[in-house]
């Protein structure tokens, strides 16, 4: 009965581990192979026509990139700071456990919360409009919780002896922070650094409401700017054309993949020289 | 000096996390407040009729949609995650163990929107031709959900198995145990309360799931009568409507916001008290 | 007799509760290798770092007593620690370089100090790395990662280090330890070349070592000074019953 109950046991176990790799293939497997076709030169470099209809999808692409590169180095630059204080300013405390859980609530707050948040703050009551801008603070402050939680993994990771040898050497607190532990976390911090990339082409909700959904090429940040993933989501549920939904999301899934793959690799050589 | 200032600028960076959050839940108050007084909280709550028109706000359906769609995400995602975990740490060999762990990050990254889709032209049709019914529906909803919340489950019931000092097994085992036997009788009940941790953070997840949910559940507005029923979530109902809401309405869209934020942020505190030492 | 280079007048420590560094008193000469011995735990470490005011650091730290140094009281308020710690240099008992490679690993002190132009860090580096008897080895791989030297040329790449801040005194935490026999001689050998240039204080759980190199030996035992004097003295002829217990590896 009981080698009964552990074969059982065992099967169901290999089944899900097999399973959920079977999962991620299908679904990537599904859009891939529908959409790499409709991934022509043309689709990729000309604008849309007919609503989305006919043409492609250059400037959702330009979109894309523009909000991301605009979100990224603000979280990027906050969040590490953020990190730098945790790990190297301040012994555990009760601000730091305050701080710490705000962390962590901020990462669990959906995105179409944030999707309301950023209309809210920057659309309606700074004015921004919906706007690069907007879409772009709204993404930051989403994606602010991950940098965060990745750089003070990688700075506390740094050995307590460089900072010794760097004091010893008569360099000041900042200076051995700049010079020593943040070359040395690195690939740590840049691997949370792509995880906020990847999440910010990803997202959705949060965009829709922030940054518009106007077909147009962006000129100014407070011009509003269509992305791939909230093209793909007009294109798909208004049934306007199932071959470019499906070639829009074909890109965003590369897109994600590069990104992601980018930063596990990363993280493995972070993990490789600790 | 210069090295004051600096510490100066990281504490401001450090408060920035505070600061966000605070002005998240100020702002979504400050908004939907409005709409709620106006029904009375009571009545928007428990009030089963959503009639924009008439300014009449009940968001019950929406309540029990997402909490129908939730419970059944949990039910299917849940235990698949759980054994996956146990199969990452436990069972699968190394090469495959690695092919397995980035296959969960990937699927994490992938787009909700894609989820959704997929769910749109695969499962909706399935649903609809072998089982009945519109196809939208919560069984349509929960399926994708459960999809989503897997790469959560998984990994933090990963961490909380492999926090458990090795000795735990390794004597389960001496004393006789195959694997799987220490699996159920050592490693799961010792991880528990970081397993439930995963769990209720993938409740949060689903019940915050916005694009995905839109495209399977089929909006209806009543609450839903059968696990193949279309359904309204909360999250859903917000976004539906937010294009070309105005004024009160509006306001009441936020107003389900704030239910809304209060779950996650309620379940968020409840999963870091259960699991707290679980991280490494 | 001339002023002594560092003067440790009535010094206690405190880590928190725990009563580190008794009542020590403790002239130190210029030019001079100075070695410190004595068990593990007596406090040699926490009297080094009191030195170079690397203890600032540690958390519970609490000194009573006064640290001279060329007549001047290294805790006062005035101070700028940072460049009393270029003036007393200190090499770790662990061999770590920075994680950068060779070259920026001695080039850190003067880049710190504000150096910029190439040339003249060039030489810098250079002659520190000659100065520690390494160029040779290493001068066709500066941009090496200096993880990837062995141990004794770490250490020696350590010593290169300081020795680019141009300090006036050097302390050794037990720098051989984990180095080989063939490596160890060559360090001695490299000190006592330098303490003709500098002050030199080596710390060593190793009597023996003690008695090869020192010119000068104090013994500490448990955070008290027990006696200190010239190397051959205290060796064949010790005051005190436990210096000659810990000479004769009795204890230790």
């Not at chain 1, 990688?154 to 532990?181: C, D, F, M």
């Amino acid at each position: 009965m009981n080698r009964l109950k552990d074969r059982l046991g065992t099967t169901l176990v290999w089944l899900s581990g097999i399973g959920v790799m079977l999962l991620l293939a299908a679904i990537v497997g599904m859009v891939l192979v529908r959409g790499i076709p409709a991934l022509s030169v043309e689709f990729l470099t000309s604008a849309p026509e007919k609503m989305g209809r006919e043409g492609g999808i250059l400037p959702m692409i330009v979109g894309t990139m523009l909000l991301a590169l605009l979100a990224v180095p603000l979280s990027g630059i906050l969040g590490v700071g953020a990190a730098i204080y945790l790990a190297e300013y301040t012994v555990e405390s009760r601000l730091t456990r305050i701080v710490r859980l705000a962390t962590e609530s901020l990462a669990g707050v959906p995105s179409i919360i944030f999707g309301l948040f950023g209309f809210v703050l920057f659309v309606m009551t700074l004015g921004f409009g919906w706007s690069l801008l907007s879409g772009a603070l709204t993404l930051a402050f989403m994606t602010l919780p991950t940098i965060i939680r990745t750089a003070e993994e990688s700075i506390r990771s740094v050995p307590g002896i460089y900072r010794e040898v760097s004091y010893a050497l008569g360099a000041g607190k900042w200076q051995t922070i700049r010079r020593v532990v943040l070359p040395s976390a690195g690939p740590g911090i840049l691997t949370g650094i792509m995880l906020a990339l990847g999440r910010s082409v990803a997202e959705t909700a949060a965009v829709i409401f922030t940054a518009g959904s106007s077909l147009k090429y962006p000129r100014t940040l407070f011009d509003p700017v269509r992305t791939m993933a909230v093209h793909f989501y007009i294109l798909a549920r208004e049934g306007i054309s199932m071959e470019r939904a499906y070639g829009t999301a074909a890109m965003l899934i590369i897109l994600i993949l590069i990104v992601n793959s980018v930063a596990l690799l990363l993280m493995q050589r972070f993990r490789a020289k600790v | 000096m210069h090295e004051r200032r600096i510490e100066r600028l990281l504490t401001c960076a450090a408060l920035s996390s505070i600061a966000i959050l605070a002005l998240i839940i100020l702002f979504i108050f400050k908004e939907g407040i409005g709409a709620v007084r106006h029904t009375g909280v009571l009545n928007f709550l428990v009030g089963s009729r959503w009639s924009p028109s008439r300014e009449v706000f009940g968001i019950f359906p929406m309540i029990v949609g997402s909490l129908w769609v939730t419970v059944g995400a949990l039910l299917l995602g849940a235990p698949l995650g759980i054994l996956c975990a146990v199969f990452l740490s436990e069972f699968a060999p190394p090469k495959i163990a690695n092919l397995a762990r980035v296959s969960v990050q990937m699927l994490a990254a992938i787009p909700s929107v894609v989820y959704g889709f997929i769910g749109l032209v695969v499962v909706v049709p399935l649903i609809r031709e072998y089982l009945g019914g519109p196809g939208f529906s919560v069984m349509a909803s929960s399926i994708v959900l459960a999809t989503m919340i897997l790469p959560t489950v998984i990994s933090i019931s990963l961490d909380a198995i492999e926090a458990l000092p090795s000795s735990y097994k390794e004597g389960a085992i001496a004393l006789g145990a195959t694997k799987w036997q220490a699996v159920a009788m050592v490693i799961l009940p010792s991880a528990r309360s970081g397993i439930l941790a995963a769990v209720i953070l993938g409740m949060g997840r689903a019940l915050g799931e916005t694009m995905a949910v839109i495209m399977v559940a089929g909006n209806a507005l009543s609450v839903p009568t059968g696990a193949l029923a279309p359904v309204r979530t909360l999250t859903s109902g917000i976004a539906l409507e937010m294009g070309y809401a105005t004024g009160l309405h509006r306001q009441a869209l936020f107003g389900m916001g704030i239910v809304l934020l209060l779950l996650i942020l309620g379940l968020n505190l409840i999963a870091s008290s259960v699991g707290r030492g679980v991280r490494r | 007799m001339a002023e002594p280079k560092i003067s440790i007048q009535n010094l206690d420590v405190y880590y928190g509760s725990l009563h580190a560094l008794r009542a020590v008193n403790l002239d130190i000469p210029s030019n001079c290798l100075f070695t410190m011995m004595g068990p593990t735990g007596s406090g040699k470490t926490t009297l080094m770092r009191t030195l170079n005011r690397l203890n600032d650091t540690v958390a519970g730290f609490r000194k009573q007593g006064s640290v001279i140094v060329d007549g001047m009281d290294v805790y006062a308020p005035s101070v700028d620690v940072p460049s009393i710690r270029r003036r007393i240099g200190m090499v770790f008992a662990v061999t770590t370089p920075l994680p950068l490679s060779i070259y920026e690993n001695v080039a850190y002190g003067p880049r710190l100090k504000g150096m910029k132009h190439k040339e003249a860090i060039d030489e810098v580096v250079q002659a520190c790395l000659e100065r520690a008897l390494l160029w040779e080895e290493i001068k066709d791989r500066l941009s090496d990662p200096a993880s990837r030297l062995s141990g004794g040329q770490q250490q020696r790449l350590s010593l290169a280090r300081i020795l680019a801040l141009e300090p006036e005194v050097i302390l050794l935490d037990e720098p051989c330890s984990g180095l080989d026999p063939v490596s160890t001689s060559r360090l001695e050998e490299l000190l006592r070349q330098l303490c003709r240039t500098y002050t030199i204080i080596l710390v060593t759980h190793n009597p023996l070592q003690a008695a090869r190199v020192g010119q000068l030996t104090a013994f500490l035992y448990m955070g008290e000074l027990v006696e200190v004097g010239p190397t051959a003295q205290i060796f064949t002829s010790p005051k005190h019953q436990k210096t000659e217990d810990y000479v004769l590896g009795r204890f230790g």
